[in-house]
């Protein structure tokens, strides 16, 4: 049973072009989380998505930034018109559910590290 | 202050030695977890708690809810127990979807052989 993957692994950019960030979570799994993890920092809650849903963004820069999940393929985390502040690793993690009143454990991927030149 | 604070922020121990790292938070949680980060950047999932205690391996989790602290121990340790800690905790959160993990910085630890 195949873990979380994301892919890739490493990214480099220029300022001002597109990053895409893929993740796929564990078979079964209808509910994704991205973190961010600055250089030399924790790691932050950017948004939680169902299938075909955002349920939570607060966590995540109202401009250039966007995730999506559709029915089919894996959650995208896009980054538009990126710049070196934007340098960092991104992780992904999945859980089964969050049926009421029971926590799941997530599931984190390897994480992409994107690098902004 | 941080919402989710960890000591110490570094550690080193001698290979055998006991281990505590510790956990204290500031909100209301639905449960805490403690998550391991290797060199290598990757992260696992090691407990996930909300009262007592669960034990795997050499480690151990503990939880006290009213006081709003948790501890990692690690018995035994070995050099390949060379990691980041990281306990996040789950906030409670009235009235919409539950929460999201919220981060302490970390603790790493360094076992010497």
């Known amino acids: 049973n195949a873990g979380v993957m994301q892919n890739p692994r490493h990214l480099v950019r220029r300022r001002g072009q597109e990053a895409r960030l893929r993740c796929s979570p564990v078979k079964g799994h209808s509910h994704v989380y991205w973190y961010r993890q600055l250089p030399e920092e924790g790691l932050k809650f950017m948004v939680y998505?169902?299938?075909?849903?955002?349920?939570?963004e607060s966590g995540m820069p109202k401009e250039r930034f966007s995730a999506e999940f559709p029915k089919e393929g894996p959650s995208i985390l896009r980054i538009q018109q990126v710049v070196r502040g934007d340098s960092a690793a991104y992780f992904c993690?999945?859980?089964?559910?969050?049926?009421?009143?029971?926590?799941?454990?997530?599931?984190f991927g390897p994480g992409t590290r994107l690098l902004v030149l | 202050k941080n919402e989710v604070e960890q000591s110490p922020q570094n550690l080193t121990a001698q290979e055998g030695e006991f281990i505590t790292i510790n956990c204290s938070y500031s909100?209301?949680?639905?449960?805490l977890h403690w998550l391991q980060q290797h060199p290598g950047g990757g992260i696992v999932s090691l407990f996930m708690l909300s009262s007592g205690k669960k034990k795997h391996g050499r480690l151990i989790a503990t939880i006290n809810i009213q006081e709003k602290h948790s501890s990692l121990h690690i018995t035994a340790s070995h050099p390949r127990d060379s990691a980041v800690y990281i306990c996040?905790?789950?906030?409670?959160?009235?009235?919409?979807?539950?929460?999201?993990?919220?981060f302490g910085k970390g603790t790493k630890l360094s076992v010497k052989p």
């Open positions: 998505l169902q299938k075909e849903n955002i349920i939570d």
């Open positions: 996040a905790v789950l906030p409670l959160n009235y009235g919409g979807s539950q929460g999201n993990l919220i």
């Open positions: 993690a999945s859980s089964p559910s969050r049926r009421k009143a029971r926590v799941e454990t997530q599931y």
């Open positions: 909100v209301g949680i639905s449960a």
